[in-house]
């Protein structure tokens, strides 16, 4: 589906005045029922990742690292039941992942300095020993961070694992149930268009008037910045490596963006009908 620029703006501004919920979802479908939802869907996510890289580094300050923290340790002092992270995390305006990484990182810190002191408390190195591997077997990279994010039974403390896992279910745009589906609805239609093509038999076609030598998928809206940085990081270095192609955003474009045509790069929302192959052309001789 495309969406002229003032369409776009006008749902991007709606947006920018609701939380990152499913409640603003619905809402947001409710206010735009002429556009698809996954149309929508792909928008709500890339607005509200725009705005965290916005906001992100206020939110990884030390002084804001360490509220977030006591926050959460006297949070779960009271209840530990209650979603503490996941309310924090709306209460400031934050991904609930994101937080959920955040304070992690600062409860692995914690056990990692605390070991030290401890085994001078045991004066043994074979209890020292021992008690390193109990407390925590790996420092905390961003590969066990990211391990524990993706399965909350790895933490070693039950209520943080699963104030953790209350924030990853919870997470409408972030964290690794949200890339799992992300990669998952992108393979579907990477997988799509090859069938399509090899149905096809096709090598090169035209489109339009304009000669295709390529074709690439997107599984994703179309906006300003996104395909701007396409163009520069994969577009521009298809067409200088193999000549004129084809993008597809599956879930729709700003049509004032497919500006390039003349030069050799075309926008679809869809796989194109009106394709016309080497065969066709000969046989119309």
């Not at 599956?250 to 009106?274: N, Q, S």
Request: proline share 4%.
């Amino acid at each position: 589906m495309k969406l002229t620029k003032a369409q776009y703006d006008e749902i991007a501004q709606f947006l920018g005045h609701v939380q990152p919920t499913r409640q603003s979802l619905r809402k947001l479908k409710e206010k735009f029922p002429s556009q698809s939802q996954s149309t929508l869907l792909s928008i709500f996510s890339q607005e509200y990742q725009k705005q965290i890289k916005r906001t992100h580094a206020k939110h990884h300050t030390a002084e804001a690292v360490e509220t977030y923290y006591q926050r959460y340790l006297n949070g779960v002092m009271k209840n530990a039941a209650a979603p503490v992270l996941l309310e924090l995390a709306n209460e400031v305006d934050f991904a609930p992942s994101l937080m959920a990484r955040i304070v992690l990182e600062r409860y692995l810190q914690e056990k990692e300095q605390a070991i030290p002191a401890t085994c001078l408390a045991f004066g043994n190195e074979i209890q020292c020993t021992w008690l390193r591997s109990q407390i925590i077997k790996f420092p905390s990279s961003k590969t066990l961070i990211n391990s524990m994010l993706r399965d909350p039974s790895q933490i070693p403390d039950g209520v943080l694992a699963n104030q953790v896992y209350q924030c990853t279910v919870n997470d409408c745009c972030y964290g690794p149930l949200v890339d799992c589906i992300k990669h998952g609805i992108g393979h579907e239609h990477e997988v799509l268009l090859r069938e399509m093509l090899l149905e096809k038999n096709l090598s090169f076609i035209a489109v339009e008037g304009h000669i295709i030598h390529w074709i690439e998928s997107k599984a994703s809206f179309g906006d300003e910045s996104s395909h701007q940085a396409y163009l520069q990081d994969q577009f521009w270095s298809y067409w200088n490596r193999f000549g004129p192609g084809l993008v597809i955003y599956w879930y729709g474009f700003i049509e004032e963006l497919d500006c390039h045509r003349e030069r050799g790069i075309l926008l679809k929302d869809c796989f194109p009908t009106d394709i016309v192959t080497l065969r066709h052309s000969m046989a119309q001789r």
